[in-house]
T-cell receptor, first 110, second 114 residues
Framework: DAKTTQPNSMESNEEEPVHLPCNHS???????IHWYRQLPSQGPEYVIH???SNVNNRMASLAIAEDRKSSTLILHRATLRDAAVYYC???????????FGTGTRLTVIP | DADVTQTPRNRITKTGKRIMLECSQT?????MYWYRQDPGLGLRLIYY???????NKGEISDGYSVSRQAQAKFSLSLESAIPNQTALYFC?????????????FGPGTRLTVL
């Protein structure tokens, strides 16, 4: 399995930025980095993905280290609706399987 | 309407019963997946299908079978349910034409085996 390591939990104050870290030291050149999140009582939803360069979309930003052994998901202003479990996943070179770990549970404090 | 639907949403059954969970999608995707999630754990892949004629085992396929009746439908069966199959089950789809595997998940089926 493609391994990623994330903290079990994090807290953030509402309307402050959140940086969710992920280590993936065994990443290889063709592996994509994906982030999904799972809100309470829902299925996972796609957040963002990247290969080498930093990525931005309407939900978040993804900062990828130069050596690609780590990445950070950035929520620019946390809201209560961002409280969820965030999964950092490697899509191993061309494969179609996503290996979900246990993720980081984000608590947003009003 | 939701793009990926699962039925039933909740099911309680007894040990030894045959159970079928159904998944339908309107996204026009070729690829479909079944995952299970146990409390406090991430998702684990049970089976996946790249098209109607292509079925593949995932990480934890023992005790499960699947059927891809059409591009839009992918069902998961438990031939003889056992209590440790109690879990939350998710169906997902993705698009073959994309180089990355962005998956879209259904709302889940909560299955309890007594």
């Amino acid at each position: 399995d493609a391994k990623t390591t994330q903290p079990n939990s994090m807290e953030s104050n509402e309307e402050e930025p959140v940086h969710l870290p992920c280590n993936h030291s065994t990443i290889s050149g063709t592996d994509y980095i994906h982030w999904y999140r799972q809100l309470p009582s829902q299925g996972p939803e796609y957040v963002i993905h990247g290969l080498t360069s930093n990525v931005n979309n309407r939900m978040a930003s993804l900062a990828i280290a130069e050596d690609r052994k780590s990445s950070t998901l950035i929520l620019h202003r946390a809201t209560l609706r961002d409280a969820a479990v965030y999964y950092c996943i490697l899509q191993v070179g061309g494969a179609n399987n996503l290996f979900f770990g246990t993720g980081t549970r984000l608590t947003v404090i009003p | 309407d939701a793009d990926v639907t699962q039925t039933p949403r909740n099911r309680i059954t007894k040990t030894g019963k045959r159970i079928m969970l159904e998944c339908s999608q309107t996204k026009g995707h070729d690829r479909m997946y079944w995952y299970r999630q146990d409390p406090g754990l991430g998702l684990r892949l049970i089976y996946y299908s790249f098209d109607v004629k292509d079925i593949n085992k995932g990480e934890i396929s023992d005790g499960y079978s699947v059927s891809r009746q059409a591009q839009a439908k992918f069902s998961l069966s438990l031939e003889s349910a056992i209590p440790n199959q109690t879990a939350l089950y998710f169906c997902a789809t993705s698009d073959r034409d994309r180089t990355t595997d962005t998956q879209y998940f259904g709302p889940g089926t909560r299955l309890t085996v007594l």
